[in-house]
C-alpha cells in the first residue's frame, strides 16, 4: 500500500517544527555554558594570579626580613630606629624598599609581570602605633622596648623591639575585573633575653650524673650534651621546671642494658669517661620530673648564644683580630687597637661591644704591683679616664685599703688546694706546690657599697670591672690573681655585677643583709637559712631584700662564714671546717670540660655541675643555701687544674633559682638573641 504524498509533507513538516524548536531552546543554554566556560577560565586565571600575588608578598617578606636581620647583626645587635628604616634613608639605612624586591621578581618567571607597588617597615610599639620619628634615639627605642614572653620560649621574657613590614604586589588585568592586587602584612620582632633567667646554663657538657639527693628549681639548659641521672637507691635527682638542650645524642653512650632512654632521643646514658670509670653506670636511674612529666619539661632546642649573632658567625681564632677569638672575650678586656692608651668600644669587635662588660662597667679597678707607687691602683671610669676625684680616693683608701707607703691595696696570698693538683683520697692534707698559691686583692664590699650609694649618678650601669695587670714572673706574686670579696652582706642599692678575666673568691655571706661588728669584722646577724634546721627560704635578714648581683669570672669559689686565713698548704681538708652560709648572686664562670687532656693524655672530670661553683672546706653536711643563677659559657684558662673529689667535704645544697631575675636580672648585657617573624595578615583585591 502506497502511502500518500500529502501524509509524507505533514509528517515532515513536523519534524522540522521539532527541530526548530530544540533548537530554539538549547541555543540560550550552549549560550550560557559558552560564557559559564570562558568565566570560569577568567576566574581560574585570576585565581592564579592572586596566589602569584601572595607568594611575590611573601617573598618580598622574605627579603624583607634577611635584609633587618642582616642590618642588626652587622651593627652588633643594635636596633634600627625610624631614620634607618626609610625607604629613601640615607642614615645607615636598612635597605627595605619596593625596587630591591623587585630586582628578585624579574629574575623569576614565576613572578612574570608581578609588580612591588609598595613594601615599607615602620618601628611600632606595644601597641603597634608607629613610632614618631621625630624623638631622640634613646626615647625612640623606649618607646618601641616591650618585655613580652618569648615566641621560642614562652615561659621566657625577653626585651622585645617589634617592627611591622607591609608587602604590596600587583599582576595587570588579564581580564574586565582589573588588576590582582596582594597586601601582607607581618611582624618582625628581635628579642634580647637575659641568661639569669635559667638556674643553670652551659655552653659545654652539663652533667648532674651521677647526681646526689638533689632537687633543682629553674630552667636548665646546655648547648651541647646533656647528662642527667641518679645513682640506683633511695636518693633522687628531682628536677622541677624546663630543660632545653641542643647536642648530639651520638656523645652519648646508651649502654645495651641501660633502660634510660626514651623515644625523643634524650639519653640517660654516661659518657664514655664515666662508663670507663663506673662499671655500674647502667643502674643508675632517670630523674624524677615534677614539673609536668618528662614530654612538658624536656626539648631539643636551636643553639642559644650569649651574642646577636651565632657563634661561629662572631668568633674567629685565626683573623688578625684580637677581640673575637673566643666567648671569654665577655669578661675580658679589649685590646687597644688604636693604640690611643684606652680600651673601650672603639677598639672592639662589632659583635661583642654591646656584650663585654668592661666596656659597659663604670669602675675599673685596675691592679699593677710594679708600677710607680702612685700608679699601683688606678680606679677607671666608663670611658677609661682615671679618676682622680674623692670617690676613687675612697675605693683605693677604704675599699682596697691600699697602703699609704706602698700604694698596694690589701693583698692576702690564699692557698687554693684545687688548684694545688695534689690533693688525693689517700691524702688529706696538701703538700706545697707552687701552683696552689693565688694573689688575692682583698675588697671590703661593705665600704664599697657606702662608696657607691653615694655616688649613684656615676654608679650607673651596676658593673664594676677589676683587673691585676701585674706581669707575670713578678717576684712574690702568683700568675694567678684573684679578687676575694669580703663582707658582702649588703649590695648597692642598684645592684652590682662584679666582673674580672682572673678569678674571685666569694667569702660570707652575700647579698643577704648580714651585718658585721665594726670593730672585728665578726657577723652579728645573719640570715635564718644559716641557722640549724632554718629555712632555706627565709635567705635575708629581716628587713633586707636582696638586689639583682652576679659574680663573672675565670673561676668562682666560695668560701664560708668560718673560712680562716690561718689556713695553708698543710691544713689537712678536715681541719678547714665550713659553717652554714648563704649566697644570694648569679655567678658566671669557666669550667674544666670532661675528657680534657689534663696533663696530656689522662682523662678527668668535669665535676658535673654539682661541683660548677667550687668550695675548698669540709662543709661535713652545713648548708650552702644558694639563690641565683649558673652560668658557664668558657672554659678557664687561669684556674685550670681539673676537679678531684677530695678537696672538700660536701655541703647540703640547697639551691634555687633566683625568680627576681626574669623581672630584674644583674646588671650587665649577658643576653641572647632572638630574630622572629611575627604573625600576619593578609588582604587580597
Known amino acids: ?177 582589573g588588576a590582582v592586587t596582594s597586601t601582607l602584612t607581618r611582624y618582625f620582632r628581635k628579642s634580647d633575653a637575659t641568661l639569669w633567667q635559667a638556674m643553670m646554663w652551659f655552653e659545654g657538657d652539663l652533667e648532674l650524673f651521677p647526681s646526689p639527693e638533689m632537687t633543682l628549681f629553674g630552667w636548665t639548659h646546655t648547648n651541647s650534651n646533656l647528662y642527667l641521672a641518679h645513682a640506683n637507691n633511695t636518693n633522687n635527682l628531682r628536677m622541677k621546671s624546663d630543660v632545653s638542650f641542643q647536642g648530639s645524642t651520638t656523645t652519648i653512650n646508651k649502654g645495651a642494658n641501660s633502660t634510660l632512654q626514651d623515644g625523643n632521643g634524650l639519653i640517660y646514658g ?56 673566643s666567648l671569654r672575650e665577655i669578661i675580658e678586656r679589649p685590646t687597644d687597637t688604636d693604640a690611643n692608651g684606652k680600651r673601650t668600644a672603639a677598639d672592639d669587635n662589632a659583635n661583642f661591644k654591646d656584650r663585654r662588660f668592661y666596656t659597659m662597667a663604670d669602675i675599673k679597678i685596675i691592679i699593677n704591683r710594679t708600677a710607680a707607687v702612685a700608679d699601683r691602683v688606678k680606679i677607671l671610669d ?75 649618678t656615676t654608679y650607673a650601669n651596676g658593673v664594676i670591672y677589676y683587673k691585676d695587670e701585674t706581669p707575670n714572673g713578678t717576684a712574690g706574686v702568683s700568675n694567678k690573681r684573684a679578687a676575694r670579696l669580703l663582707k658582702g652582706g649588703t649590695l648597692p642599692s642598684n645592684g652590682m655585677t662584679f666582673v674580672t678575666e682572673d678569678g674571685v ?82 655567678f658566671m664562670s669557666g669550667y674544666i670540660p670532661t675528657n680534657t687532656a689534663y696533663p696530656t693524655g689522662s682523662n678527668v672530670r668535669s665535676g658535673g655541675a654539682i661541683n660548677f661553683p667550687r668550695v675548698m672546706e669540709n662543709w661535713n653536711a652545713s648548708a650552702l643555701t644558694y639563690h641565683g643563677s649558673m652560668v658557664q659559657i668558657f672554659n678557664s684558662t687561669v684556674f685550670t687544674t681539673p676537679w678531684v673529689p677530695s678537696v672538700y667535704g660536701a655541703a647540703t645544697r640547697r639551691w634555687y633559682f633566683q625568680t627576681s631575675f626574669i623581672d630584674s636580672p644583674p646588671p650587665g648585657p649577658l643576653e641572647f638573641t632572638l630574630y622572629d617573624r611575627g604573625r600576619f595578615s593578609r588582604s587580597a583585591l
Open 505 to 586: 673568691y666569694v667569702q660570707g655571706d652575700f647579698n643577704t643583709g648580714t651585718t658585721y661588728n665594726a670593730t672585728t669584722g665578726a657577723t652579728v646577724t645573719q640570715p635564718n637559712s644559716n641557722s640549724a634546721g632554718g629555712n632555706p627560704l627565709l635567705n635575708t635578714v629581716t628587713g633586707y631584700t636582696a638586689k639583682p648581683c652576679a659574680v663573672c669570672a675565670d673561676a668562682v669559689t666560695f668560701l664560708s662564714n668560718s673560712w680562716s686565713d690561718a689556713y695553708s698548704h698543710s691544713t689537712a681538708t678536715s681541719g678547714r671546717v665550713g659553717s652554714a652560709t648563704t649566697y644570694n648572686t648569679a
Open 1 to 177: 500500500m502506497k502511502i500518500p504524498i500529502q501524509l509524507r509533507k505533514q509528517d515532515s513538516g513536523g519534524g522540522l517544527i521539532i527541530a526548530l524548536f530544540v533548537i530554539a531552546v538549547l541555543a540560550p543554554i550552549v549560550a550560557i555554558t559558552l560564557d559559564f566556560t570562558t568565566s570560569q577560565g577568567l576566574l581560574a586565571r585570576r585565581g592564579r594570579d592572586l596566589q602569584t600575588t601572595e607568594a611575590a608578598a611573601e617573598a618580598a617578606m622574605e627579603v624583607a626580613f634577611s635584609k633587618w636581620k642582616s642590618w642588626v647583626k652587622t651593627n652588633g645587635g643594635r636596633i634600627p630606629l625610624v631614620a634607618n628604616c626609610a625607604p629613601t634613608s640615607t642614615t645607615n639605612p636598612v635597605g627595605i624598599n619596593a625596587a630591591l624586591v623587585q630586582t628578585y621578581l624579574n629574575a623569576s618567571q614565576k613572578f612574570d609581570g608581578v609588580t612591588v607597588t609598595s613594601l615599607a617597615i615602620d618601628p611600632v610599639d606595644a601597641t603597634e602605633a608607629p613610632i614618631s620619628g621625630t624623638l631622640t634615639d634613646s626615647d625612640q627605642k623606649a618607646a618601641m622596648r616591650s618585655m613580652v614572653p618569648l615566641d621560642k620560649f614562652p615561659r621566657r621574657i625577653g626585651r622585645t623591639y617589634t617592627y611591622r613590614v607591609t608587602a604590596t604586589t600587583t599582576k595587570a588585568a588579564r581580564g574586565p575585573n
Open 270 to 325: 654516661v659518657s664514655y669517661l664515666q662508663q670507663f670509670n663506673e662499671p655500674g653506670w647502667a643502674d643508675w636511674k632517670a630523674p624524677v620530673w615534677e614539673g609536668g612529666g618528662y614530654d612538658a619539661q624536656v626539648s631539643k632546642v636551636d643553639r642559644l648564644d650569649p651574642l646577636p649573632v651565632r657563634r661561629e658567625e662572631a668568633v674567629n681564632t685565626t683573623d688578625a683580630d684580637t677581640n673575637n677569638d
Open 382 to 456: 666608663k670611658d677609661d679616664n682615671r679618676m682622680t676625684n674623692q670617690m676613687a680616693t675612697d675605693i683605693a683608701t677604704l675599699a682596697l685599703a691600699q697602703n699609704a707607703t706602698t700604694g698596694l691595696p690589701s693583698t692576702k696570698t690564699l692557698y687554693d688546694y684545687r688548684e694545688a693538683g695534689n690533693i688525693t683520697s689517700s691524702s688529706a692534707s696538701a703538700a706545697y706546690a707552687a701552683q696552689g698559691d693565688v694573689t688575692a686583692t682583698n675588697i671590703d664590699i661593705s665600704k664599697l657599697t657606702t662608696i657607691l650609694n653615694n655616688n649613684l
